[in-house]
């Protein structure tokens, strides 16, 4: 199926009963593996990149990747740029063609918030890419970006008014849950998702997705989120197999390198499996079709 905009599959997936995985990948191997993982069972699928993935791999070297992945699979495929206070990287990736940038502008008060994410909503659109906005900082660091302390949080309302001057195609508030792992029992808003949902038919994502039970995931589908973030649980479980596999060579004293990318493939194929049937994404097609079944 072709590469489309994150928009369509979020907006394909509203009132469906499931929500479009969104998997922070690492580089071309976990694209290869996500897709590949995601075209066996028929689930739509948002390929996220970091900041430092973008730095470290490369612009032109992912979004290749995405495209050749996407190229070869039946279901939707996207990509995109994830918690990006950066402009100059906002404007690298729409010039390589992304499908969507979260701009991140959770660390500016809010009139410097309001003009900026403007800013970035014409040049994307000018460009064809979808734009996510955060004004309201999730708590956590991801990568490099965030804080672990609440700076600035706002009525629902005002996220509505800012997100429909700006024109924001998808809103990322806060909603209770928390970059990386747990250490207490979040406090969850899935109301907030149905109070957003009152005022705009704007899709809402959901961050920090990593930790939650399948009941809390279900409440926040059903109130209306249709993109849920997961970071955390690829990054430990791709590194996870890799430190196995090397334990298991330094026992040995038999050392393979391409054989390392075999179980870091497998890992990543699991996890996208696994969160597709959480999130009731597997058997949708790329445009949510078979969410009218």
């Not at 008060?109 to 003009?115: E, F, G, M, P, V």
Request: aromatic share 6%; net charge negative; glycine share 8%.
């Amino acid at each position: 199926m072709p590469y489309v905009n994150t928009l369509d599959l979020v907006t394909a997936a509203r009132g469906k009963g499931y929500a479009v995985p969104a998997i922070n990948i690492i580089d071309p191997l976990t694209i290869k593996a996500v897709v590949e993982a995601a075209d066996a069972i028929g689930s739509p699928v948002i390929l996220q990149t970091s900041v430092k993935t973008v730095k470290s791999a490369g612009a032109g070297v992912l979004h290749f990747a995405a495209r050749d992945a996407a190229d070869a699979a039946s279901v939707g495929v996207s990509l995109h740029l994830d918690h990006c206070p950066d402009r100059e990287v906002i404007t690298l990736a729409i010039k390589h063609g992304w499908s969507s940038v979260l701009f991140d502008a959770s660390e500016r008060d809010l009139d410097q918030a309001r003009k900026e994410t403007g800013e970035v909503c014409a040049e994307a659109h000018a460009a064809g890419v979808s734009v996510e906005s955060e004004i309201e900082n999730i708590i956590g660091v991801e990568d490099g970006v965030g804080s672990d302390e609440a700076r600035h949080s706002y009525s629902v309302e005002q996220l509505v008014e800012v997100a429909l001057e700006t024109g924001t195609d998808l809103m990322a508030p806060q909603l209770g849950t928390a970059h990386g792992m747990y250490s207490s029992q979040p406090v969850l808003l899935p109301e907030r998702v149905r109070q957003i949902g009152a005022l705009t038919d704007l899709p809402v994502v959901l961050h920090g997705g990593t930790g939650l039970t399948q009941a809390e995931f279900d409440e926040f589908i059903d109130a209306g989120v249709t993109k849920i973030n997961i970071s955390t649980a690829l990054k430990r479980a791709y590194m996870q197999s890799a430190l196995d596999y090397l334990k298991q060579c330094e026992a040995s004293n038999k050392w393979e390198p391409t054989k390392l990318f075999e179980p870091m493939i497998e890992a990543s194929k699991a996890l996208m499996v696994e969160f597709a049937g959480i999130f009731h994404s597997a058997g949708r097609d790329g445009a949510g079709r078979a969410g009218d079944q």
